[in-house]
């Protein structure tokens, strides 16, 4: 299962970007963010992660956790571009946990989905 454990710290596009493009009124005074401000912060992120998820891209850098069943010798990820891995850990039955050194593990980037 893949989940977002640092999720980008900004998105591509600002509130302001969108509000101008949508034409949206803008609160007084001129430097003020709109009234729906929120709810289009909201809006940005959630269409980032469904442009995200459609492309099995990353857009913008940010700190995923994989969590699989077996730990193969070529292990393909759900989604890239991956810039680094920051940790390896193997489970077992017990729950104990053993953790791989990331010098052992290659990075090969495919543009093949």
């Known amino acids: 299962m893949l989940t977002t454990l640092i999720p980008p710290t900004e998105e591509p596009l600002t509130v302001a970007e969108v509000a101008d493009f949508l034409r949206l009124p803008v609160a007084e005074p001129p430097e003020a963010e709109p009234d729906d401000a929120p709810l289009l912060a ?11 998820q459609a492309i099995r891209r990353r857009l913008l850098p940010q700190t995923l956790g994989l969590t699989v069943d077996e730990l193969l ?39 093949a989905a």
């Open 73 to 111: 010798d070529v292990q393909r990820l759900p989604c890239g571009p991956i810039r680094a891995v920051l940790a390896v850990e193997q489970r077992d039955a017990s729950g104990g946990i053993t953790l791989i050194p990331t010098s052992v593990i290659a990075i090969r980037q495919s543009l």
């Open 42 to 52: 909201a809006l940005i992120t959630s269409a980032r992660q469904v442009c995200e």
